[in-house]
């Protein structure tokens, strides 16, 4: 049994993995600054933790003797735009309290994830490879960075098993991201089955990565298991498919006929202007084995369903 400390557990991606992880056999304890969904308690033993508080990342870590953490809160990047202040505590601060503490407790791995947003403008857009040019501009996209190369640096430095992968746009029905430049990819159907229609705010031909939330499930926790002698590298792209809020349009439209769409973009152009249009994964396919399932068609199909029937069940 490997006990896994998993902060950010309230967030879009924990709510779907830490169920999943429960699933394996694993042992969740489940942190975040606000209680869970109901229906989390029954995978995981839950602790209130704000990660920016070092002393309290570090008690709960020494207390529950963890075997690995996956640090999953932070401040996305339309956010962090916002109140970059606050992302640099979350995120960066964050991001040392809890390496410094595995460091102490002797924790054996730990999975932070990284993101499309640590590439900047300079990166090249198409097929972009696992290692090249990162200099992003937004704080959100920094602390990426910083993420990668402290959690590197802890592992040649002091041997511990850092992993993060860089995910793309993540769709998924159980939470809704919060504040990300990605996000009209998942109101659009929030919106499209409640009301009809939907302003988005990026410009309809804006080609973006993204993921359903089984891909991004299954790509962490491959790679949280993978064998560490497979590992070349530490940080990796993870692809699944690249879209425009145009073609997922139209996708929709086979479910919502009469689905109206506007366009108006906002200060979130700038920061996807930004991002690679589409990533090349094969260092994660060579050295873990990394292979999506969800194509566009297949994304809206599970996304238009799920949505569905959680937004019946609640009327
Ligand atoms: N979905 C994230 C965002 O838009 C990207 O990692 O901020």
Avoid at 8 to 25: D, Y
Avoid at 176 to 195: L, N, R
Avoid at 296 to 305: E, R, W
């Amino acid at each position: 049994m490997t006990r896994i400390l998993v902060t950010g557990s309230a967030g879009q991606i924990s709510t779907e993995l830490i169920p999943a992880l429960a699933e394996r056999g694993y042992e969740i304890i489940a942190t975040d600054i606000r209680p869970p969904p109901e229906d989390e308690l029954e995978f995981a033993e839950f602790q209130i933790l704000d990660v920016t508080d070092s002393q309290k990342v570090d008690s709960l870590i020494g207390k529950f003797s963890v075997d690995a953490i996956i640090h999953n809160a932070s401040i996305l990047s339309a956010k962090g735009e916002q109140d970059p202040l606050l992302a640099l505590n979350v995120n960066f601060r964050g991001l040392e309290n809890v390496l410094l503490a595995a460091k102490k407790h002797r924790v054996k791995k730990v999975l932070i994830p990284s993101s499309i947003a640590a590439f900047g403008p300079q990166t090249p857009k198409d097929h972009t490879p696992n290692d090249t040019i990162m200099r992003p501009t937004t704080i959100y996209g920094i602390s990426k960075v910083y993420v990668e190369l402290l959690g590197e640096y802890f592992h040649s430095k002091y041997g511990l098993d850092f992993r993060s992968l860089r995910y793309p746009g993540v769709i998924s029905a159980k939470t809704k991201p919060g504040g990300g430049t990605t996000d009209w990819a998942v109101e659009i159907f929030y919106e499209g089955i409640e009301t009809g229609s939907y302003t988005c705010f990026v410009k309809k031909d804006t080609i973006m990565p993204m993921m359903a939330m089984p891909d991004c499930i299954n790509a962490t926790i491959q790679l949280f298991e993978a064998p560490e002698e497979n590992l070349i590298h530490r940080s990796f792209n993870v692809a699944g498919v690249s879209f425009t809020p145009e073609m997922l349009e139209t996708e929709l439209k086979r479910h919502i006929p009469d689905l109206q769409v506007e366009y108006k973009p906002d200060f979130r152009q700038l920061i996807a202007d930004s991002w690679p249009r589409s990533i090349d994964d094969s260092v994660a396919r060579e050295e873990w084995g990394w292979k999506h399932e969800y194509d566009l068609p297949k994304l809206v199909d599970y996304m238009f369903s799920d949505l569905s029937m959680k937004l019946k069940s609640k009327v």
